[in-house]
Structures are given as structure tokens and as C-alpha cells.
């Protein structure tokens, strides 16, 4: 507590906030972006607070748009990053010429960035720090925040199945939806699908692969020609190889670009982190990422995710053995 402590003075003191997030961001980052933002607008109504970023264009209407700043401006400010783990992460590094620096993370620790840092990785979510920290310093949520810390949780946690979701991540969801979050609409919003993206998902999942406990995809550019899709079209396919009998890890493999290919690791109970960070990655015990330079990496990560998915068979017995 002595840390939102710190960061609640930082706050309540600055005049200009700027709130920074993470390349290619997620529901998590793009929803702790805006609901901090509105969150402390909604409270000190005299602040000027600015979210920076590309955040989720596709969803500006509902949960609503980033701002243009200028560096002088920032420069000025309390620069908050949320939902970023390391320095090259940052998708704008002007994050580091703020006037004090606040760095709000879940992810194992990987990069000190110079400032007031809380991390702690038994939050499910950056979203859910945000949520606890404005609960417990009584700060006016407005509906928006509302909506976009239910959506960064909720998409951090694939809908509140994966760990560390916990008590604490259900009671903030329950005083989110009691300060206007609609999981309902929320939902109908975020996991709307064209028929060519299903058409697509399908015809790229069935080219899975499976070795000793793990499931995997692998995508080079003659895939993705053949399957007529680009690199970036396959971000969140990884979850459809989870939960299948005899395999905790599932990961995959995109050829981006000529010595880039980008992974995904996931599990059902093995620490994938581990893997990633060896590989110049990082992430969660149980949902990682990271960026190989050949397929000769791809096979050494493959060879260690099998190491790690190795889990005592399952005996199942006939009725009276």
C-alpha cells in the first residue's frame, strides 16, 4: 500500500499527467490508458491528463480516442507508463523525458526505467492495479473508466479464466459493473468477428502441429501466401490450440519479416516466462511472447517448451482396480 501511497501524492501534486503504453497495444494497455485517464480527469477536473498512443483505433467510439501531445508538454508532465514490462517496449520513448516517471506493471520485472515503479505479478491485469489503486484512494469512476478497465481485465484473463485471476479480480469486476460496465455489451463489442477473419482463423488452425506436450503453429511467408493472409492477421490465434488433453503449452510462430519471427507462448501450468526471457522475451508465467531472429531459434525454443510441458501421465482405472 506505501507505493499507491506514493503514486496517489505523485498524482494528487501533478499538473500535467501524461499516461503512456506499450508497441502494438492490447485491450489491457489500451483499456488501463484511458481508464486512468478519465479516472483522474474525473477527479481532478482542473488536471491536464493526456493517454499517448496508438491504443485500439477499431475501438475509439466505445471506449474512446488517445490524445496528440506535444514534447514540451510532456517534458512538463508525470509520465505514467502502464502494461510495460522494458524500455523497448515503450511505444514512445518521450515516456522518459517527463518531468517524474511512474511505471504501473504486472509482468515479471525485466527493466528498471528510473522512476517510482510498482510491479507485482499476482495481478491478473495492469487494469486490475488500476482498479484496486482508484478503489482504494477513492477516486470518482466515471462510466468510461468503468468500461475500459472491465475491458482490460477481462481480455488479460481470456474472460476470467486464466491465472492469477482471484477474488480481488471478481470484486473489482463487480465495482466496475456497479460504476456502469456492461460485460454484456462490453463482450458483444470486443469479440465481434467478420465472416472472412472466422473463414480465415479456420483455414490457419488446422495446420497446427503437435509435439510431447505442446501444441504449436508455425507460419513462414510461403504459409501465410498459401493461406492468402498477412503476418498480422494472426495475432490472437494462439488460444485456439489451449486446453487440449496432454499438451499445457501452446505457442506460435509468425514470420514477420527477414530475421524476425514473433512468438507466442501459453499455458495451462508450466512457466513459459522462463522460455521467453532466455530468448530475449519476457511476459507472464503462463502467457509470453517473443521475438526470434531464424527457425533455427524457433526449433532450440520449441526443444526447451518441450522440456518444460513434461507432466506425469494420466492413469485413468477401470471400475474395480
Known amino acids: 500500500m506505501n507505493i499507491q501511497k506514493n503514486i496517489y501524492k505523485k498524482i494528487k501534486n501533478a499538473e500535467i499527467i501524461t499516461i503512456f503504453g506499450h508497441i502494438r497495444p492490447d485491450g489491457d494497455c489500451y483499456g488501463s490508458q484511458i481508464g486512468l485517464r ?7 477536473p482542473k488536471k491536464k491528463v493526456y493517454a499517448i498512443g496508438r491504443g485500439r483505433p477499431d475501438l475509439y467510439t466505445y471506449f474512446g480516442q488517445m490524445d496528440d ?11 505514467i507508463t502502464v502494461d510495460i514490462g522494458d524500455v523497448p517496449r515503450l511505444e514512445d520513448a518521450r515516456a522518459l523525458t517527463g518531468n517524474d516517471l511512474i511505471k504501473i506493471d504486472h509482468h515479471v520485472f525485466t527493466d528498471n ?3 517510482l515503479e510498482w510491479i507485482d505479478t499476482e495481478y491478473v491485469a495492469c487494469g486490475e492495479m488500476v482498479a484496486d489503486f482508484l478503489f482504494n484512494f477513492k477516486f470518482k469512476v466515471p462510466t468510461s473508466t468503468a468500461k475500459a478497465l472491465f475491458f482490460a481485465i477481462a481480455s488479460d484473463s481470456g474472460r476470467f479464466q486464466y491465472g492469477p485471476t482471484n477474488t480481488r479480480t471478481f470484486l473489482l469486476a463487480a465495482y466496475l459493473t456497479s460504476r456502469g460496465a456492461n460485460p454484456e455489451e462490453i463482450f458483444q463489442t470486443i469479440y465481434v468477428y467478420e465472416a472472412e477473419e472466422v473463414r480465415r482463423k479456420h483455414q490457419v488452425m488446422v495446420e497446427f502441429k503437435l509435439r510431447p506436450g505442446v501444441a504449436y503453429l508455425t507460419l513462414n511467408k510461403a504459409d501465410l501466401e498459401r493461406l492468402g493472409i498477412a503476418s498480422n492477421q494472426v495475432g490472437g490465434y494462439v488460444n485456439g490450440l489451449a486446453n487440449m488433453r496432454g499438451y499445457p503449452v501452446w505457442a506460435y510462430f509468425v514470420e514477420k519479416h527477414e530475421n524476425e519471427i514473433s512468438c507466442e507462448l501459453r ?7 522462463v522460455v521467453a526471457a532466455e530468448f530475449g522475451g519476457g511476459g507472464h508465467h503462463k502467457a509470453s511472447g ?3 531472429k531464424s527457425w533455427d531459434q524457433v526449433e532450440a525454443m520449441l526443444n526447451r517448451l518441450e522440456e518444460i510441458a513434461r507432466v506425469e501421465p494420466v492413469i485413468i ?5
Do not use: C, H, M, Y
Request: proline share 3%; hydrophobic share 35%.
Open 290 to 292: 517473443a521475438r526470434l
Open 113 to 115: 526505467f528510473g522512476g
Open 267 to 273: 499455458s495451462s501450468g508450466p512457466n513459459v516466462q
Open 38 to 44: 478519465d479516472a483522474i480527469r474525473a477527479t481532478f
Open 69 to 79: 501531445v506535444d514534447d514540451e508538454t510532456i517534458k512538463k508532465s508525470l509520465a
Open 317 to 321: 482405472l477401470e471400475d474395480g482396480e
